[in-house]
Each structure stands twice: as C-alpha cells, then as structure tokens.
C-alpha cells in the first residue's frame, strides 16, 4: 500500500492517542508495515515529533478556527486538524494549498461527507484569519495551553524558576533540539569528521573537541560509512558528561546499571580501553537487544550485558559504579516530545522512591575508596538532590566528591553535581551526583 508521509503521520498519531506506547516504538512498527524511502520517512518523523511536541497549541489554534471545543471533535478529526495546522502554521516551507488539500485528502478517506468539509472549512477559515489579522495569536498565547506543556508542570517550574527561567525553559522546548555525534579523539579530529559530514550534505558544526551539532541531514549521517562503521555515535554532550563524572581510565572495570539502550556504555568501553571491562545490565530485554546489536556495530567486544533488576539484583564488587536510574525524563521532552503527555505528577514520588531502592541496592557492591555516580534525566529537584540527600542520611560512610575537570565548570552546579539546565547549556537536562565511600 502506497503511503505518503501525511497519512502515515495520522496512522502514527492515532495510535499514540490510543495507546501507551512511546512514540518511537509505534514509528518504528508502522514504518515496517509500509515500503516507504527514507525521504518519506523523515518528513514522517518531522510531522509526528512536531504535531506531539505543539499538540496543545495546536489545538487552541483549531479551536479558535472551528470555534469548537476540542471535546467536540473525533479523535480522527482532531489529528487531521493537527497535521494540517501544523504544515500551514508552523512549518513555513509548506504552501497553504499543500496543506490544505492534503488534509482534506486524508479526511476524505478516513471522515464521512461532512467530516470531510469540516476539516476542509476550519483549515480555509485559519487561512482568512492569518491573512486578515496580523495579531491573531495575541489573545491565544497568553493561555497555558500555548505553552503545550501539562499544566501540572507548568507549576511545578514556575515554583521551581523565575518567570524568565520558565519562558526561556518553554520555549526551548517547544523549538526542535539538534542531534549531536561524538567521535573518538583519539583517532580523527573534529575537523576531519565535520569535513567528511559536509561533503556528504550534513548540516553541521563543531560544539567541543569531541562533539559535532547536527542540523540538518540527519538521515544522509545514518548512511555515511563513518555511523555504520561505528566511528561516530549518536549521544548528547551531557550525556557523555555523566560518563566523565565517573572519572574511568584506561583498563578499568565499571559497573554500569540500567544501562540500556547503551549509549553511556559505548563511551564507557571506548574510555576503559580492551583490556578493560564494562558489566552492563538492564531490567528491559527488548533495550539489551538493541544495545548489543549498537555494540557489534562500533565493535566494542568489552561490554558484558544482562538482564538484571537493579533494586535487588546481585553484583560482583567493583571500584567504579554508574546508576544511569529510571526517572520521569523532563530533562530530555525536547528530544523525546511525548514524554510530555505520558508523564503525570504522581510520578516523581513513584519514580524517587525506585530510584532510591536502586542506589541502596547498588551501593553495597562499591569498594572502599570507590566511586559511584547517580545520575537522572529529570530536572525535578526530589529525583536528584532529593535522592541523593536521603541516600546520604541512610549511608554514612558515602560523601559527595569533586567532578572531574574533563565536565564544563559551568555545567556544574552550586553543591558540586553536574546539573545541566538545556536552555542555557544547549544540551539535555541531566543531572550527576559523584559519590566516594570512604
């Protein structure tokens, strides 16, 4: 069945609004019921990402169009509606009668008569609106719901920040991150590898000695020989970061808990060397699966993987320890925009308290003089401090250590933990606490 990208986006976002899957996950199975190019398949991705990341503004759009509360409208409706507010709104390179007529297309297949010439008037009626008032969007952006943020989070950074600091957080979020690559310094320079990336039509720059920012051409990076080689590796500067806190060096055995899909693991072989060893487990078979098939591709043969529930699984002892913990990912909802509207309040609570069983568990296998690093992709205060602070109480003879001079300095916060805030750093928010049992 042929498909263009419009209509596989609505298949996609229906599903999402179905179920309690993870976005990538019903990409990823749709993608593989459908013979699609790669071009069809990243203006896909484009449309889904965008239409889940602005859906509540989105939908303050349509109402205002159609008039009609979102309550009022089908679910099919309302993800058609998206897609199409989204191409003649947001993303400027779509001509209003593209948008438009592919709309109606789709609701013509997936909408009875009148469905079909509501989708068709509300879109037409958004277009009179943009072409008759320049301020049209005044008295809509002053509405939470432009923010496409859960209300309850909202709150929680307006306390948590000022005004400024929760705008500046906002809008980050709501704008598309860029992709980052990290290459082994030891083997090719920065230069060499944002060079090679150019003549192949990535859009890039250099953002450290060992990262590359990518800004456009990300499929064409996926099909270099550099990626399937496994001499670049998709991976947040911050990220790596949580790897440098560990302060690893060459030869060394790590410990490495709730590791999968792998990432923090991969940089960790590259640090240790082949002589030393990475003992990665996760609690998710299906993640180690596509962790060992990553590892096979930049042929790091120096990561053990199992599958083991780190709140009370056994461990051999090591020297070096990273909990890379489960959290509610509000550091990370600009690269993963559904975690958005997965998440609710009560998680934070459920999610600090797993997180503490985990470091309990796992700090017994810790030698003395040891190091342990705990880190999170949330930004909210009781799964980071929070965590660490109990954990402290509770072990006497563990006390936070100073962070390798390998991190940023201001990436670090006051008390000594890597704390990255993703507008005024540019990468994810993570957070990484050093600790060293006496």
Known sequence: MKMDARSLAFVILSRFQESTL????????????????????????????????????????????????????KNKTINILRIGFYELVIDNKVPDYAAVNSAVNIAGKELNRKGKGFVNAVLRKMIFIIDNDRNWYKSLEKRSAWNSIPNWLQARWRSNYNESKFI?????????????????????????????????????????????????????????????????????PASASVVDCLGAGLNDSVLDVCAAPGTKSLYLANIVGEDGEIFASDIDYIRIIKA???????????????????????????????????????????????????????????????????????????????TLVYATCSLEPEENWGVVEKFLKLNRDFFIDTIPSTVPKPWIDNRGALSTIPYEHGVDGLFAAKMVRA
């Open 22 to 73: 993870k976005i990538d996950q019903i990409i990823s199975s749709t993608f593989s019921k459908f013979n699609v190019n790669d071009q069809i398949k990243g203006r896909t991705k484009v449309i889904v990402n965008e239409v889940v990341r602005l859906r509540d503004r989105l939908d303050l759009m349509i109402e205002h169009a159609s008039n009609r509360k979102k309550i009022h409208i």
């Open 292 to 370: 060992k098939a990553d590892m096979k591709r930049h042929r790091r043969y120096n990561i053990k993987w199992d599958q083991k529930d780190a709140s009370k699984a056994e461990y051999q002892m090591s020297n070096y320890i990273l909990i890379d913990a489960p959290c509610t990912g509000t550091g990370v909802i600009g690269r993963k925009p559904d975690i958005r509207w997965r998440r609710k309040s009560s998680d934070i609570k459920k999610m600090s308290k797993i997180q503490l069983e985990i470091l309990n568990n796992c700090s017994k296998f810790l030698n003395r003089s040891g």
């Open 168 to 236: 500046k957080m906002v809008n980050y979020f709501n704008t598309p991150p860029p992709n980052f690559i990290r290459i082994d310094d030891r083997k090719n320079t920065v230069l060499d590898i944002e060079k090679a990336l150019k003549n192949k039509g990535v859009s890039c720059d250099i953002f450290s000695g060992r990262f590359i920012r990518i800004f456009e051409g990300y499929t064409k990076l996926l099909k270099t020989g550099l990626f399937r080689d496994g001499k670049i590796s998709i991976q947040n």
